[in-house]
């Protein structure tokens, strides 16, 4: 089950289109986890420690405090949600889906809490396939990418220990390999990105041109409106139909 959790969590690293942006975001999972399990250690001493008489049972942390968040379990999620998010492990490791799909057959309740843990990364994944397929694809490559590349330097470290020169050279070429892809991977994705942000600026340019020709209509002197007023009145009179002059 731990491996399982292990391998879910490697399996959704964030995506990452700016490198420093994932460094940061990785540090402060980091962080956030290693304070969940030193409240967890404290909420362990503290149930081990002799309960004074008399003294009455209350949650761990300051008076008016909420429970921990760490002994909170997550919503359930829909049967819709849970499939969804089957189908992104499956696009993006299908050997770790087949291991999921075979430990829910046991096991569907405990499954099912797990995936809902990592819901938050698969949610973003969900939106991005449904907002825009192509980044989405990039990303799960970016994605498979960065969990070879962990798989391939720990396969290095443990050369370098045990002192095998040829699979430290591999491994090297190998994850050399990896971040030149990788590299253009993400290169790919800043262009898409930079292709959907000039789009969007464009359409701002538009909604600016409109917003300053209302601005502009607003704005009309009150001499100005009279005249405009007078003469729709005359074309209304004159011809029988729509005035040609624009309010």
Known sequence: MKRLTFLLA???IP???NVALANEQEAQQ??????TQE???EERKNQDRPQARGEAQTPHGPPGSPPSASSTPPPPLSPKQIETALEIIREQNPRLAQRFDEARKEHPERMDRLIANQWPRLAKLVELKERDPELFKLSLNDIRLSRRSLEEARKYRRAQQEKDENQVKASLGELQGLQREQYEVRQAMRKLELERLERRLK???VLQQRAEALRE???TPEPQRDELLEQRVKEYLTTGGEPKTDL
């Open 15 to 17: 995506l990452a289109p």
């Open 217 to 219: 209509k607003l704005e």
């Open 39 to 41: 409240q967890r250690r």
């Open 203 to 205: 359409e701002l340019e």
């Open 30 to 35: 980091q962080q956030t986890e290693q304070q």
């Open 10 to 12: 490697l399996a959704l």
